[in-house]
């Protein structure tokens, strides 16, 4: 069909001429007005009636502005076919548009009015920069950046960085809308105007290419390339001005969108443009002479630092992407500290610390030094600026949630009238420059444009969300970091007075170091909330008084009269948990009391009694962990029911107030919206509450702690001798040190030994240290000591005697400055010529501590051993060189000296191996040794040792008085002042300070005493005598070392043979990690642990579980019931359904037309059924909001009852061995950390995890059903989702064990330094342990850093989907609506529930790790659970055995073969032995000959798997265990008393009479002791019996086996550790007390045995001699002779 030309009346040509005259003739307005005009054919209104099959209709309105300024319209009818179209070639996509009635090229009235011109030109720049930036980009791009090495691609170094991003990102924002514009505005031409859209789609496209261009120019910093930029910023300005001019000329104003586009284009590439000039002005890389060399941050240049967040360009912060290596890496191998790197330097504890130390010291004044400074302040002023950018953020991200319910509200309203396009009068009226323009206000009722703008909202709502996340986040970890190195710095400094006179106990400190710095740093996070709430509340309510008027209100007083009700349940629930904590610190302590001593409950057979003790607190326990999740469940509970009372509220009120009708579905669903939104800030405003009152206190306590006293000036310490800084610069530098004396014994060349003055004549007495007119005290003001003359001469050997509490250890203090002076000086020699001043506080020290340091040099650093050992968390070897070079030969000197060669064989690896509080637990006699070497080692003029002989045996004291004090250390001739006890060593002292009673007695040479003060002489001598005798019978006995040195080795050796399954977590990994390849691992790290959850569901109990999800599934169906009901009855109101327009009558007229108005009934009635399956609907949600919340923490709460009850029940039933080879830090660990975690963690996850994971199903199964369109997008999202969080969750839970493990050294370093105060100080080591600190510190919070950055980033993902899970959403319903049931209500239905998918969607993830890691414990706990239990059972009967058995004593061993495992060897091979009724008999051999196994073997507690022992007639093995251990009595070698009472720790089954009690304590000599003791028998006995000494221990223990009245005791190497006082009196009690039982001793010291009836000497599992004592000592080649001749 051929074109047709509708020829219109004769005056309207086709191709009219441009009279300058106004145009006479016809106009025509309207369609309406060409059809009804009376010259118009017939033949033309038919023609135009068949517009559907063939012709299109255009109607063009064109306006020509001629230079009279008089209008002209004039008005063609076009009609157009579209074959035509296709078939007209070119004519279709011509530039300016190919109007039949104007000439689109003409330019007679100047080339700028026309407007197809003005927008070519504008195309100009664009063109011109693709031009020139591709080949740049494309061609040899890597031949600059070689001119800079630099290791990361993140280098920023041009000014106004950020600046220009954000403003290229509102560009290519305003191209889109540009682009927008013209599409629709050419919609209204009769050809296609490519003009209009194709200069936007090239400035889009050039805005993209300029971003990519700057970013690769910025990090291959070549700025002169930047020009090209400023050129094409330049032109853009130019050439959009012109446009924008030229607008203005022809009356186009702001009420046109493209005008007020163009302007804010201007406005942008003006800015721009300032920001290109400004780089030109700081970097002068082109128009100056000298052009500025950069160079890279510090940090970049550290290829340690990866943490980049603070380097990489805009986007990359703003998403995260700089994360995705180290995320996807995590699949492929776990993170490790290595991979996360250093922090960068302005975040490190020490770059915050100088920070916050300077805020705060500037608050102190000249007129008042004292005033206390302001934390507060001091923090606000350090941190306060990131705070408020953070804020900033936050009001932003807030004020742009806004935008969701509106846009809903707008798509919804104009859904159904968005296909009306402009009429002929508004296109008219809109016509300039020869095109169409489109109203400003037209754009808004698109509902095109408000789904994208609502996705643009949410993207940025998101990301300015997550950026004050990030924010807030960084300054509290800076925070922390500051004020820990604050608190470190303050405990250096604190007085010994203070730590020991507990006005600062270890606990508060490490209270301030892990709760209180924590509390500070959550309040950080949580801060910004607490002023943009009420904003949001406020904008909220405001904003639903708008929608709904007053009733809305009403349903904003409801969720804010509930708020302090919410409040009220916080602090309920912090309450019940501190009380929780309580009770299981309680059952704790009792665990591990049952634990430590479980050799003696199973020998005993008390395991049940105490288990039932635990189980009596766990009760108590669980009483509060009830309350706690009952509270827990209403806080959830509230958190659900409130938006639902909010809506019936809102509803029910608006169908009263406004006579029985309902708001439309636009409001309606806006209302939900925002009621949705505004739950969070109240539901989040009673936990921001909780935290600032715990922040106020945590302020208080840290206030009171840097107050505190702190240890006196070191000043004085010099008295007369004042030091230069420049002398003790001199000194720093340390000259070559040379050796004055050699040591003859080892002849080395590198024994570095710092040089001494040289004495001069005049100078013979040369004094280290002197004290005149000594008053000291410990702050009381009362002077521990006083009166104190002394001096220390130099190079010599100083001893201090005296009685217990003489002030001994108390002196040595008051020289090192820890005591009060309150009177007289400490003088100390001047600096020697040569001091190792340490290394490692460069940093600290450089910045703090410069004029201190130096004057604090001024005594040397000493090397001093404590009393009580203190040892640091690290190896051996890091023990002993304490942070001094490591010098082999001297290393080895000091080993042997303190003889710890032989102890350090027995360590699994050696002096590497760890030891302290978390390493392996040394003897009290091992730790003083290593205290010893380390003061030896040091390279110092003066050791003070207080007190090294105290836990040491004879042996040992001898050798390291003469290997280390005498020869190594005088050797030297360094100056050592020894506090002892041990008279017998005074012959050595060069000089003697003998004290009593906090004042020197007497002080000289032992001739000098011997001398002038006989008495005294006298008093030593005899005492000297008496120890003397004492040795004579300890010598070359199994002394007590040997037997530390065993106890070591029996846990080692035990401890191996487990080694293969050293760690259960491993077991079952290994196993699956057979074949090695990278799938493998991968799998195994992204998979979800179902097994455990199921195994930690089916504790809970079926019921509960299948009430849990029964409820679950119900309450979420009848929620999505409540808004469906909305939305239909809103639509069906408001006439939207059934009323034909969209849906072509499926859903209306079929399904409500005849129940609604079919049968004429009343519609006012109708509506109140509405209202009531409404208000029903809702109530039944709320109801079961309860429900939910309650049966997901009960079911928590039973599974954990059951695991915990489980658990303990095996492990106090478990076989010995499993103590022996499990560590007992390890079972502890699954009764505290991971009991804790199972009893309050995983509920609250739990039900965090099914509410999002439901709330996000049940979304997308509304959207789907109401547009199925929706489900197209899904399939991507949700392959995207899996592959998210697939990898987050890995990565998660490798940075959260990185966060966990780097804490505990941290705490650790606090404590251990608290303990150790005064050895740090005395050598003089601050500074090496405030670097310390930092590093540890820092690293826990790059780990903190990286997972709180991880989280932000899998947010930023999750947000980002949900906002295409809208955007997907609305687009279904405005482009798809034949599809499904979109009716108005139904749309903001699935629009509002779209809206919620954004916030759950990360929940989801992140529920999902924190789940992982959590079940991690019921694995670890599940592991336990598998152990097997001993056989209490036995073949027989209990009631078949004799009430009295056994009655005579009789024992019988036939063939006994033992070992404590199947997989080892035997222990005891082929034993035989008789014991006859009330036999004395003792058993010897060496250490590991299988004594002890012997002695367990009558208890049963190893596997006999051959032969028997038969007592009284009766085999043991069949025997029910608790009836065998019950009726023997044994007393074992460590003595183990348990917290309570002494009538507890004789008789904890409660049978026996307070006489026979008594009795036993009488025979056990302690009766006197007891009855002194306030209680008598209800006295308490401190955990492990700490407030009696040893001897008095085991003589407990002799009682409590004597209470027993058993016919049979066995007495394991009772006596070795106690003194041989004791050991009499034990021996006679045994010869007296049980004359007529059965005793089998195994001795310990062979002298014990020599009065049995009967010896049995053993080796290597065979019995070896077996008679009489006198029989045995005859034959001299006898083991057992050649036992007693070493024993003599």
């Not at 001398?1011 to 005899?1022: A, N, Q």
């Amino acid at each position: 069909m051929s074109c047709v030309c509708i020829s219109c009346p004769p005056c309207l040509q086709c191709k009219p001429q441009y009279n300058k005259t106004s145009h006479s003739g016809i106009k025509i307005r309207d369609i309406g007005d060409a059809l009804t005009h009376s010259a118009c054919p017939q033949k033309l209104r038919q023609r135009l009636d068949i517009r559907n099959e063939t012709l299109s209709l255009r109607i063009f309105t064109f306006l020509r502005v001629s230079k009279d300024q008089t209008k002209a319209p004039l008005v063609t009818l076009t009609a157009n076919c579209s074959k035509t179209m296709q078939s007209g070639g070119g004519m279709a996509l011509s530039f300016c548009g190919d109007d039949q009635d104007i000439n689109s090229y003409s330019v007679k009235d100047g080339m700028l009015n026309n407007g197809c011109f003005v927008d070519a030109l504008n195309l100009v720049p664009h063109v011109f920069l693709l031009f020139i930036t591709f080949p740049i980009l494309f061609i040899g791009w890597g031949s600059q950046s070689s001119k800079v090495q630099i290791h990361h691609n993140t280098w920023l170094h041009f000014p106004g960085h950020n600046m220009r991003w954000i403003l290229t990102f509102s560009l290519l924002f305003v191209h889109v809308c540009e682009f927008a514009e013209g599409i629709v505005s050419n919609k209204g031409m009769s050809t296609n105007h490519l003009h209009l859209f194709m200069p936007a789609f090239m400035g889009f496209i050039a805005a993209t290419t300029s971003v990519v261009y700057y970013h690769n120019i910025e990090t291959s910093n070549f700025p002169k390339l930047l020009l090209v930029l400023f050129i094409y910023w330049v032109l853009a300005f130019i050439t959009k001005s012109i446009k924008l001019w030229k607008f203005a000329e022809h009356y186009v104003g702001p009420q046109h969108l493209r005008f007020c586009i163009t302007a804010l284009l201007v406005v942008l590439y003006g800015l721009l443009m300032g920001v290109e000039i400004n780089v030109i002005r700081v970097r002068k890389y082109v128009f100056f002479a000298n052009p500025q060399k950069v160079k890279p941050p510090e940090d970049l240049q550290d290829l340690g630092v990866r943490f980049l967040q603070p380097f990489v360009n805009l986007l990359s912060k703003s998403t995260y992407w700089w994360m995705n290596p180290l995320i996807m890496g995590a699949h492929k191998r776990p993170i490790e500290l290595k991979k996360i790197g250093k922090l960068p330097i302005a975040m490190r504890a020490l770059t915050n610390y100088l920070q916050l130390k300077d805020a705060y010291e500037d608050q102190r004044t000249a007129e008042d030094p004292n005033r206390a400074p302001s934390i507060w302040r001091s923090m606000y002023r350090a941190f306060g600026r990131p705070i408020l950018l953070s804020s900033t953020f936050r009001y932003l991200a807030d004020l742009l949630g806004f935008a969701g319910p509106l846009c809903i509200s707008g798509i919804v309203k104009y859904l159904n009238n968005s296909s009306v396009g402009p009429t002929a009068k508004e296109i008219e009226a809109n016509t300039h420059l020869g095109v169409y323009f489109m109203p400003s206000i037209e754009l808004l009722k698109d509902t095109s444009v408000l789904a994208v703008l609502l996705f643009l909202a949410l993207i940025l709502q998101r990301t300015f969300l997550q950026a004050s996340y990030y924010v807030t986040i960084e300054t509290g970890i800076n925070l922390r970091g500051a004020l820990l190195a604050m608190i470190y710095n303050k405990m250096l400094r604190l007085s010994t007075s203070n730590m020991s006179m507990g006005e600062m106990t270890l606990g508060q400190i490490n209270n301030l170091v892990a709760i209180e710095t924590n509390q500070l740093m959550w309040f950080l996070f949580l801060c910004p909330n607490l002023w943009a709430m009420p904003v949001q509340i406020v904008m909220g309510v405001i904003l639903l008084y708008y929608l709904l008027g007053c009733s809305a209100l009403v349903g904003a007083s409801v969720i804010v009269l509930l708020a302090p009700v919410q409040y009220l349940i916080a602090t309920k629930l912090a309450d019940t948990q501190k009380s929780s904590l309580e009770h299981s610190t309680e059952r704790l302590k009792k665990t591990t009391e049952i634990l430590k001593g479980i050799k003696l409950l199973k020998l005993y057979a008390w395991e049940n009694i105490f288990c039932g003790s635990v189980e009596d607190t766990r009760g108590k326990e669980l009483t509060s962990l009830k309350n706690f999740a009952f509270y827990t469940s209403m806080s959830i509970f509230m958190n659900a029911a409130i938006p639902i009372a909010a809506v019936l509220a809102t509803f029910v009120t608006y169908y009263f107030w406004t006579g029985n009708t309902v708001p439309a579905p636009a409001e309606a669903f806006a209302a939900l919206a925002l009621f949705h939104i505004l739950v969070t800030p109240l539901f989040l405003l009673s936990t921001v509450v909780r935290f600032a009152v715990k922040a106020l206190f945590s302020v208080q306590k840290l206030g009171e702690f840097l107050q505190s006293d702190e240890i006196g000036d070191d000043s004085w310490r010099n008295g007369d001798m004042p030091v230069s800084m420049e002398a003790g610069k001199k000194h720093m530098g340390g000259t070559k040190a040379i050796n004055r004396k050699q040591p003859m014994r080892y002849q080395m060349d590198n024994y570095e030994q710092p040089t001494r003055r040289q004495m001069r004549p005049s100078e013979t007495e040369d004094v280290a240290v002197k004290v005149s007119n000594g008053f000291f005290s410990w702050g009381s003001n009362l002077s521990t000591l006083s009166d104190i003359n002394i001096r220390i001469p130099t190079g010599q050997l100083t001893m201090i005697v005296g009685q217990v509490g003489c002030g001994k250890s108390s002196l040595l203090l008051a020289m090192l400055g820890e005591m009060q002076n309150i009177d007289g000086r400490v003088f100390w020699s001047k600096l020697p010529d040569y001091e190792p001043v340490h290394e490692g506080n460069i940093s600290w020290s450089g910045m703090e501590e410069c004029d201190e340091d130096i004057r604090s040099k001024n005594r040397y650093s000493v090397a001093y051993a404590t009393q009580k050992s203190w040892l640091l968390n690290a190896t051996v070897e890091e023990n002993i060189t304490f942070g001094s070079p490591f010098n082999k030969q001297r290393y080895k000197a000091v080993i042997d000296a303190c003889s710890l060669q032989p102890d350090i064989d027995l360590l699994p690896f050696g002096d590497q191996t760890e030891i302290g509080e978390r390493g392996i637990n040394l003897s009290g006699g091992q730790r003083q040794r290593i205290c010893v070497a380390r003061a030896l080692y040091q390279n110092t003029n003066i050791v003070f040792l207080d007190d090294p002989f105290s836990a040491l045996d004879i042996h040992l004291s001898d050798h390291l008085m003469q290997e280390g004090i005498l020869k190594f250390l005088q050797d030297d001739k360094r100056t050592v002042v020894l506090v002892t006890h041990k008279l017998q060593y005074l012959i050595h002292a060069d000089w003697i300070i003998a004290m009593k009673d906090g004042s020197v007695l007497r002080e000289g040479t032992l001739k000098d005493i011997q001398t002038h003060d006989i008495e005294l002489y006298e008093h030593w001598k005899t005492l000297m005598n008496r120890q003397d005798h004492g040795l004579e019978k300890d010598i070359q006995q199994d002394s007590q070392t040997t037997l530390e040195r065993k106890t070591l080795r029996r846990a080692f050796y035990s401890r191996e043979a487990k080694n293969q399954m050293d760690d259960e977590d491993e077991e079952e990994e290994e196993e699956e990690e057979d074949d090695d390849n990278m799938s493998t691992t991968t799998n195994r790290r992204s998979k979800i642990p179902w097994r455990v959850c199921w195994c930690y569901m089916s504790s809970g109990g079926f019921f509960m579980v299948f009430l849990m999800v029964s409820s679950k599934l119900l309450k979420h169906s009848v929620i999505v019931a409540i808004d469906y009901w909305l939305a239909i009855w809103t639509s069906k109101t408001n006439g939207t359904i059934g009323n034909g327009t969209i849906g072509n009558g499926t859903f209306g007229n079929e399904t409500f037309g005849n129940e609604t108005f079919g049968n004429g009934t009343d519609p006012a009635k109708d509506d109140y059924h509405y209202l009531l399956v409404f208000t029903t609907l809702c109530a039944a949600g709320i109801t079961l909001c309860l429900i939910t919340s309650l049966t997901v923490e009960f079911l928590g709460l039973s599974a954990a009852t059951n695991l915990h009850h489980n658990l303990l029940n095996k492990i106090i039933h478990a076989p010995i061995r499993f103590f022996d080879i499990t560590p007992l830090g390890q079972i502890l660990n699954r009764f505290s950390a991971d009991t804790n975690i199972i009893d309050q963690h995983i509920p609250p996850t739990l039900e965090s995890l099914t509410r999002s994971t439901l709330l996000c199903l049940s979304a997308i199964g509304v959207i789907s059903s109401i547009t199925p369109a929706f489900l197209i997008a899904l399939v991507p999202l949700a392959v995207a989702f899996y592959f998210i969080q697939k990898y987050f969750r890995v990565a998660s839970k490798d940075l959260q064990d990185l966060d966990d493990s780097t804490q505990l050294p941290l705490l650790c370093h606090f404590s251990e330094t608290a303990e150790g105060l005064t050895t740090i100080r005395a050598f003089r080591h601050e500074a090496r342990f405030k670097q310390r600190m930092l590093e540890l510190t820092d690293t826990n919070n790059t780990a903190y850093l990286f997972l709180s950055a991880a989280n932000r980033w899998l947010e930023v993902r999750t947000d980002y989907l949900g906002a295409v899970i809208v955007l997907a959403a609305a687009g279904a319903s405005i482009w798809f609506p034949s599809i499904g049931l979109a009716s108005g209500g139904l749309v903001g239905l699935g629009l509002t529930y779209a809206l919620t998918v954004t916030n759950y969607l990360n929940w989801v993830v992140r529920n999902l790790a924190d789940l992982e890691v959590q079940m991690a414990a019921v694995k670890k706990v599940n592991s336990f659970l598998g152990t097997e239990s001993e056989n209490y059972e036995g073949t027989m009967d209990a009631s078949q055995v004799p009430e009295n058995w056994p009655q005579d004593g009789e024992i019988k061993i036939q063939d006994l073969c033992v070992r404590y495992d199947p997989m080892l060897k035997p222990v005891l091979k082929h034993v035989n032995m008789y014991i006859e009724p009330g036999q004395k008999v003792g058993i010897c051999g060496r250490t590991g000959s299988g004594k002890s196994s012997l002695s367990l073997a009558f208890f049963n507690m190893v596997d006999m798997f051959e032969g028997k022992i038969v007592i009284d007639g009766i085999d043991i093995c069949k025997l029910p265990l608790q009836t065998l251990r019950s009726r023997l009595s044994i007393i074992l070698q460590d003595p183990v008393l348990f917290s309570g009472s002494i009538r507890f720790n004789l008789d904890p089954e409660r049978t026996c009479t307070d006489d026979r009690l008594w009795e036993a304590l009488e025979i056990a000599q302690l009766k006197n002791m007891v009855k002194a003791l306030p209680g008598g028998l209800d006295a308490v006995v401190n955990e492990g019996g700490e407030n009696f000494s040893v001897g008095q221990r085991q003589l407990f223990c002799l009682a409590r086996a004597f209470v027993r009245k058993s016919s049979i005791l066995i007495m394991d190497e009772a006596t070795a550790s106690i003194d041989m006082a004791t050991e009499n009196i034990l021996q006679k009690v045994v010869m007296t007390a049980f004359a007529d039982r059965t005793v089998v001793t195994i001795a310990h010291r062979v002298h014990t045995i020599l009065t049995a009836d009967l010896v049995i000497v053993m080796k290597r599992g065979n019995i070896l001699e077996y008679d009489k004592p006198e029989t045995l000592l005859e034959q001299e080649d006898g083991m057992f002779a050649s036992f007693v001749r070493a024993d003599m």
